[in-house]
């Protein structure tokens, strides 16, 4: 059974920063995504990557990127085991929604929501124009 524990999130003015950490514990391989939901819209991946760590080496696969956050968002720290961070810049109102860290076991085969098996409990990230 994999756990996720997320940090960050709050409120910013446009053009402000923040950043979103992800611990992961239970399983070595994972497909790790962020997603959002804002009020009345669907759940829709911000990010997502393969991560495998084996004996102290780390390995990822090709990072996602939705279109939207393209330029703005980042997540760094890409080859530490057992995190997934998502670092976001210039920040915009309609980036306002609740956060959500999740994964399943394996390779990003799919990016659906339905595919994740795991999510964290969410956090609120409101930006203010």
Do not use: H
């Not at 939207?68 to 997934?84: D, K, Y």
């Amino acid at each position: 059974q994999a756990q996720l524990l997320e940090s960050g999130g709050g409120t910013v003015q446009a053009g402000g920063s923040l950043r979103l950490s992800c611990a992961t514990s239970g399983y070595s391989g994972f497909c790790q995504a962020w997603f959002r939901q804002a009020p009345e819209k669907e759940r829709e991946v911000v990010a997502a990557v393969y991560k495998e760590w084996t004996s102290g080496r780390v390995t990822s696969g090709r990072l996602f990127l939705a279109d939207s956050v393209e330029g703005r968002f980042t997540v760094p720290r890409i080859n530490v085991a057992r995190t997934l961070d998502l670092q976001m810049d210039n920040l915009r109102p309609e980036d306002t929604a609740t956060y959500y860290c999740a994964a399943y076991i394996g390779p990003c085969d799919s990016l659906a929501t339905s595919r994740f098996q795991y999510w964290g409990q969410g956090t609120q990230v409101t930006v203010s124009s």
